[in-house]
C-alpha cells in the first residue's frame, strides 16, 4: 500500500478546526516585522550598518552641482527595456501633469520664477505649515506642465539650491510633498539624497498614506523604471518595499503598472545591465553586490504583492516573473535573502498547475533548490520554503523525482540532511516557539477531552524536518527511488521519530512520518538490499496500534496502509493479534 503526500483532490471533513492533514499541508509564512530595514539578513551588514548611521545622523541631499546629474543605465533610454510607462490617471487630490499654466513660453519663465519665489517666501518666513504644504503643491503644479520642461532650466537650478536646504523638514507632510518636487523637474537632478530620505520617511508606517495621498507611488515607479543609477534605485526600490506593506498602497500597486516595471527589473538581461551599470562611481567589483542588493527590495515588493492577494499571479504568469525568479536562484544563490524572497514568492505559486509547470520545466530551478538546502541547512526560513516548493513539484512529477534522485548525491544527501536536523530537534529545550511557519495554536487532541490545553505550535527545526519528510515520501513513490530510499543507512531516523514523539503534541509530524513509513514499507526486503523500516516493523507496531484510536481520521488511515504492508511479515501479525490490534 502506498500513498501520496499532498493530495488536495479529497475533501474529507475535519473533527477538529485546524487539525493538521496531509491533504491540506501547513504553509510558510512570511511572518510580519515590526521595524522597516533595507536588510534584514546578514549579507549586506556592512550596507545596512552604513545606513543606519545615516538614519541616526540624518540624511541630507547630495546633490553636487544646481543641475544635478542625470544617470543613466549604460546606454538605456526612455525606448528600452526599463522604458518608463504613460503617466498614469491622477488620484483624487493629485494634481495632474496636464494641469500646466496656459500662459506664452516667454511668460511660463516668468510666472515660474514667481511661484519659485513666492514658495522660497513662504518657506523662509516661517509662515504656518498650512500654508507652506499650499505653496508647495502650488510649485508642484508649475513644474508639473510639460511644456514648461525645457524653458525652466535656471529657475529649476534656483529651485533645487532652495529644495536643498528645506528637505530636512521635521514634518513629514512637508518633506513628501518636496521629495515630490525633484520628481516632476525635467531634467531631473541628482535624486541620491532624495531617494534617501524617502526611504527613511518610507520607515514610519504612518508616513504609508502620504506616500498614496501625493502619488509619490507612480512618481518612485517611474522613477525606478527609468534606472537612474544603483544608489538611487536601491533606496527608491527601498521605500517601495516598506509602503507595499500597507493595504491602501499594495492595494494601488495591483492595478499600476509595477509587476511589469519590477519584471522588468528582475529579468537575465537587465540584471547583467545593472550589474555593469557605470554611474554612481562605485568600483567594477561591487556594482553586482548593489546589484544584488536592489533585487532584495524588488523581489520583497513582489513577495508583498504575492503575499497580498493571489489574484496577483496572473501579473507573474503573463510577465513571466517566475521563470525569470527561478533563473535568480541559479545566478544568485549566494545572496540568502534574496533567494529566501525568492522561494516565498514561489511557495505561494506552486499550488497552481499553471505556475508549477513554469517552475517544473525551467532548466535549473529543481537542482538549484535542492542545492539550498545542502549549502544552508542551518538557514531553517529558507530550508522550509526549498522544502515546501519541491515538495509541490514531486507531488505529481515524476521527471522531478527522478531528477532530485540525480542532482549530486540525491537521495543519501537528503537523508543525512534529515539526520542533522532530527539532531538539532532533539537538542531544543522544550516548547521552543516558532517563527516562519503559518502554524496558529492548536488544541490538543487529547482522545478523553474536549477542552485539553492549548499545544505550543512547531518550532522551525520542526517545521523543516515535516517538510522535508513529505518531500522524502513523495520521492519513494517512484519505485527505483523507493527501493534506494528503504535500504538507504540513516533512513531508521523515521522510525525514532515515530517512537520519541507524541501525536498530541507533534501531530503534523506524526503524520507525515507515516506517509513516509507506509510509502517505505512498499519496498520488500531483497538479500543484497534489506528494507530498513521493514525491519523495524514489530517496534513500531505499538505505535501503529494506538494511533488507530486517533480522532485526525488521516492518522488512522496511515496506520492502517502501513499495517497493510507490514502485515506480509508474520511477525508483525502475531504482534497486532496479541496487541488487540
Keep these: 500500500v502506498r500513498t501520496r503526500c499532498m493530495d488536495q483532490s479529497r475533501d474529507a471533513p475535519k473533527a477538529r478546526k485546524n487539525m493538521p492533514s496531509l491533504r491540506h499541508p501547513t504553509r510558510p509564512l512570511t511572518p510580519l516585522v515590526e521595524d522597516r530595514h533595507l536588510f534584514y539578513g546578514s549579507d549586506y551588514a556592512a550596507t545596512a550598518a552604513a545606513a543606519a548611521a545615516a538614519a541616526a545622523a540624518g540624511s541630507r541631499p547630495t546633490t553636487t552641482s544646481p543641475l544635478g546629474r542625470h544617470h543613466s543605465m549604460g546606454n538605456a533610454s526612455r525606448g528600452s ?12 487630490g493629485v494634481l495632474s501633469r496636464h494641469q500646466s499654466l496656459k500662459i506664452s513660453s516667454g511668460g511660463q519663465l ?26 508647495a503643491d502650488k510649485l508642484a503644479l508649475a513644474l508639473d506642465g510639460e511644456s514648461l520642461a525645457t524653458a525652466v532650466t535656471r529657475t529649476q537650478s534656483e529651485t533645487v539650491i532652495m529644495l536643498d536646504k528645506l528637505i530636512e523638514s521635521v514634518d513629514a507632510n512637508l518633506a513628501i510633498k518636496i521629495c515630490r518636487l525633484y520628481f516632476l523637474m525635467n531634467p531631473q537632478p541628482d535624486m541620491v539624497g532624495v531617494c534617501k530620505k524617502l526611504y527613511f520617511l518610507s520607515k514610519e508606517k504612518t508616513n504609508d498614506k502620504l506616500f498614496y495621498s501625493e502619488n509619490l507611488i507612480e512618481c518612485i515607479t517611474r522613477f525606478i523604471d527609468a534606472g537612474e543609477g544603483l544608489v538611487p534605485l536601491l533606496y527608491a526600490s ?25 519584471g522588468n527589473l528582475v529579468k537575465p538581461q537587465t540584471i547583467t545591465q545593472l550589474a555593469s551599470c557605470p554611474a554612481d562611481g562605485l568600483l567594477p567589483q561591487k556594482r553586482p553586490a548593489k546589484a544584488a542588493q536592489i533585487l532584495v527590495q524588488v523581489t520583497a515588493v513582489l513577495r508583498n504583492l504575492a503575499a497580498y492577494s493571489m489574484a496577483s499571479k496572473s501579473l507573474f504568469v503573463a510577465n513571466n516573473l517566475l521563470g525569470d525568479l527561478c533563473t535568480i536562484l541559479h545566478t544568485h544563490g549566494q545572496h540568502t535573502e534574496l533567494v529566501l524572497n525568492v522561494t516565498r ?48 513539484l514531486t507531488m505529481e512529477s515524476a521527471p522531478v523525482r527522478e531528477k532530485i534522485a540525480r542532482t549530486g548525491d540525491g537521495v543519501p544527501a537528503l537523508i543525512a540532511l534529515l539526520l542533522e536536523w532530527a539532531k538539532m530537534d532533539a537538542a531544543l529545550p522544550p516548547n521552543t516557539q516558532n517563527s516562519c511557519v503559518q502554524s496558529p495554536p492548536q488544541p490538543q487532541a487529547a482522545p478523553t477531552s474536549v477542552d ?37 543507512p540513516g533512513i531508521e531516523v523515521l522510525i525514532h521519530i515515530l517512537d520519541d514523539k507524541s501525536v498530541y503534541e507533534h501531530e503534523e509530524l506524526v503524520l507525515n512520518v507515516l506517509c513516509a513509513v507506509t510509502n517505505i514499507s512498499y519496498y520488500p526486503s531483497t538479500p543484497d538490499a534489506p528494507n530498513i523500516i521493514l525491519q523495524h516493523a514489530t517496534g513500531i507496531t505499538p505505535v501503529l496500534i494506538s494511533l488507530l484510536q486517533h ?23 502475531t504482534a497486532m493479534y496479541e496487541q488487540g490490534g
Excluded at 527601498?238 to 519590477?262: D, F, P, Q, W
Design 81 to 92: 527595456p526599463l522604458a518608463s510607462p504613460s503617466p498614469p490617471a491622477p488620484r483624487e
Design 110 to 135: 516668468l510666472q515660474l520664477r514667481r511661484e519659485v519665489r513666492e514658495f522660497v517666501d513662504v518657506l523662509d518666513s516661517e509662515r504656518s505649515l498650512e500654508l507652506q504644504l499650499q505653496a
Design 238 to 262: 527601498g521605500a517601495l518595499k516598506h509602503i507595499s506593506e500597507s493595504t491602501l498602497c499594495i492595494k494601488a500597486l495591483l492595478t499600476s503598472n509595477v509587476a511589469r516595471i519590477l
Design 345 to 392: 514568492i514561489l511557495s505561494k505559486f506552486t499550488t497552481f498547475p499553471d505556475c508549477l509547470d513554469i517552475v517544473t520545466t525551467h532548466d535549473s530551478a529543481v537542482e538549484d533548490l535542492l542545492q539550498i538546502l545542502f549549502k544552508y541547512p542551518t538557514n531553517l526560513p529558507l530550508c522550509v520554503r526549498s522544502c515546501f516548493v519541491l515538495t509541490t
Design 452 to 488: 485539553a490545553p492549548m499545544v505550543a505550535p512547531p518550532s522551525d527545526i520542526e517545521q523543516a524536518m515535516i517538510k522535508l519528510i513529505r518531500l522524502i515520501a513523495n520521492l519513494s513513490i517512484n519505485e527505483d527511488i523507493g527501493i534506494l530510499i528503504s535500504h538507504s
Design 551 to 573: 480522532e485526525n481520521d488521516e492518522a488512522i488511515t496511515e496506520s492502517i496502509r502501513a499495517f497493510g504492508n507490514f502485515s506480509r511479515d508474520e511477525r508483525v501479525r
